[in-house]
């Protein structure tokens, strides 16, 4: 069975510092999709990365970055010098057939970065 | 614009009376769900649905119908609802053909649901 474990449930910084939230996952298949997902004050949930099995490059993207390891498996996510505007429960989430069917989702990190 | 519409946004209603959530897609997507989230618990599907009349149960269907009469909908029913149901509710989407794509689960903007 599936699993994702974010052991972190709640995570305080000052703004400008850089937060790592953690997510390991848990599967048999040799091929799944990883996934973030945030979650701000309002409610909606907003798409930030999907991340292959087979693909173990680590991705940026402005001030986000993600660690991807199989040996680990981690697929922890990195925000640089934090603002206000990041604080939001982040989910990490794990599909063994990357389109929904089994989609399981951590049980989220909620951020509050002050200012 | 590609979205996945849920109404109503917030619903307050009493133990036993029946009310259904809607969900439509314009994106001609295959694949349909419904997830609660809990605090603590992530989001846990309820129902999912491959394709027009192929509905299955998630991990938590207890309390919930659905129906997939047409592609672009999937309205989940609570047919005498509790207050263990009183919950955040997501609908989502994706295209199954492309899967091995970067695709991803399109969400609705969530109904928060209290039952008293």
């Known amino acids: 069975a599936q699993k994702v474990t974010q052991a972190q449930t709640e995570i305080s910084v000052v703004e400008k510092e850089d937060v790592t939230l953690d997510c390991v996952y848990e599967?048999?298949?040799?091929?799944?999709?990883l996934f973030w997902y945030k979650q701000p004050p309002s409610g909606e949930l907003v798409f930030l990365i999907r991340r292959n099995s087979f693909d173990e490059q680590n991705e940026i993207s402005g001030r986000y970055s993600w660690n991807f390891q199989k040996s680990t498996s981690s697929f922890n996510f990195t925000i640089t010098a934090s603002q206000v505007v990041d604080s939001a429960v982040y989910f990490c989430a794990l599909s063994e057939d990357g389109y929904g069917q089994n989609f399981v989702f951590g049980p989220g990190t909620r951020l509050s970065v002050l200012p | 614009e590609a979205q996945v519409t849920q109404n109503p946004r917030y619903l307050i209603t009493v133990t036993g009376k029946k009310l259904t959530v809607t969900c439509s897609q314009n994106?001609?997507?295959?694949?349909m769900s419904w997830y609660r989230q809990d605090p603590g618990l992530g989001l846990r599907q309820i129902y999912y649905?491959?394709?027009?009349?192929?509905?299955d149960k998630g991990d938590v269907p207890e309390g919930y119908k659905v129906s997939r009469k047409e592609k672009r909908n999937f309205p989940l029913i609570l047919e005498s609802p509790s207050p263990n149901q009183t919950s955040l509710y997501f609908c989502?989407?994706?295209?199954?053909?492309?899967?091995?794509?970067?695709?991803?689960?399109?969400f609705g903007s969530g109904t928060q649901l209290s039952v008293l």
């Open positions: 994106m001609n997507h295959e694949y």
């Open positions: 989502a989407s994706s295209s199954v053909r492309t899967a091995s794509t970067n695709e991803k689960l399109f």
């Open positions: 649905s491959m394709n027009v009349e192929v509905t």
């Open positions: 599967t048999r298949d040799t091929t799944y999709y």
